[in-house]
Structure formats: C-alpha cells, structure tokens
C-alpha cells in the first residue's frame, strides 16, 4: 500500500505561481511512475503531468511552458511548479502513483484557486 500526501494549494491571482509537493509513503517500490491529475467542477479529471522513474516527463499540452513536474528520490517527494497561472487552471490538484497499475494510488487532492 502507498500513501500520498499534498499539499501547496492555494488562493493566486492570476498570472501567478504556486508549487505543490506530493509525498509517498508506505510500499515505495510500486510508485513509478508518478503524475499530477486535476479535476474542475462539472469536469472529468485529467491529465496534468507524469514523471517516470529515469526522470522523463510529460505533459499536457495545456500546462506545457508553464508548469514543471519534479522529483527527489531521496525523499519521495514529486512536485509540481505552476506559473503564469490562468483561471482555467482552477480545480482539484490530485497526487497520483503507479500509474501502471490497474488500481493506481491517489492522494486526497489540494485545491488550486486563480483568480483573474
């Protein structure tokens, strides 16, 4: 079993930034690879970022120039640097592990609020 716990979130005007972290416990051998998912009210959650465990990245083509996806090994910890905010980025924030999996783990969502 993994656990995810994020936190970051905020309240940002827009044009803003915000980062948030992610980090696991608990069967870390089954997390790779890891992502970032979002979830806007009245809307399906998507995609926002991934990151494997060789460090190779991908994105959503919405977020890309503006947001970074990280990680630190050593402390299980992924991260997730949002600038140039828009409030279309509005939504629920969700950590997720072992993407791979048929069930993958989920963190308990922050929430990212951007004001124009």
């Known amino acids: 079993q993994v656990q995810l716990v994020e936190s970051g979130g905020g309240l940002v005007q827009a044009g803003g930034s915000l980062r948030l972290s992610c980090v696991a416990s608990?069967?870390?051998?089954?997390?790779?690879?890891m992502g970032w998912y979002r979830q806007a009210p009245g809307k399906q959650r998507e995609l926002v970022a991934t990151?494997?465990?060789?460090?190779?990245?991908n994105y959503a083509d919405s977020v890309k120039g503006r947001f970074t996806i990280s990680r630190d090994n050593a402390k299980n910890t992924v991260y997730l640097q949002m600038n140039s905010l828009k409030p279309e980025d509005t939504a629920v924030y969700y950590c997720?592990?072992?993407?791979?999996?048929?069930?993958?783990?989920w963190g308990q969502g922050t929430q990212v609020t951007v004001s124009s």
């Open positions: 997720a592990a072992g993407l791979l999996r048929p069930r993958p783990y």
């Open positions: 608990g069967s870390i051998f089954s997390i790779n690879p």
């Open positions: 990151v494997n465990s060789g460090g190779s990245t």
